[in-house]
């Protein structure tokens, strides 16, 4: 479990529930690009919905907690490794469109 530090609360979750927390994150370029995300996480031995704005600029915490037993989250897993996946995949289409133009010469004096 970890116990996951956000704009001054905290809440406890998976050990995978955070990793994929922080690699959505990271998954973010540095404009101002955010998501919101909803997760039922345990705080003070019961369980409450979460709500966090985050993006690039989003800055969170884990610290490891030592407890026996994690509540089932892979649907929740899934959902935020496939939002990463989904946006590293369009900054390595977005940075693939700008090579070519490179590659090709592209300037505003042929755009007229």
Do not use: H
Not at 68 to 93: F, G, H, I, K, Y
């Amino acid at each position: 479990m970890n116990q996951v530090s956000y704009s001054g609360e905290s809440f406890l979750t998976t050990d995978e529930g955070a990793d994929a927390l922080l690699l959505l994150v990271a998954s973010f370029d540095d404009g101002d690009n955010s998501e919101m995300v909803e997760r039922a996480v345990k705080n003070d031995a019961r369980t409450v919905t979460v709500q966090l704005i985050v993006g690039s600029r989003s800055a969170l915490t884990g610290i490891p907690e030592d407890l026996a037993a994690e509540p089932d989250s892979t649907d929740v897993l899934s959902e935020l490794r496939d939002r990463a996946r989904s946006l590293s995949t369009q900054l390595e289409r977005e940075y693939a469109d700008a090579c070519a133009a490179m590659e090709y010469g592209w300037d505003d004096i042929y755009a007229r």
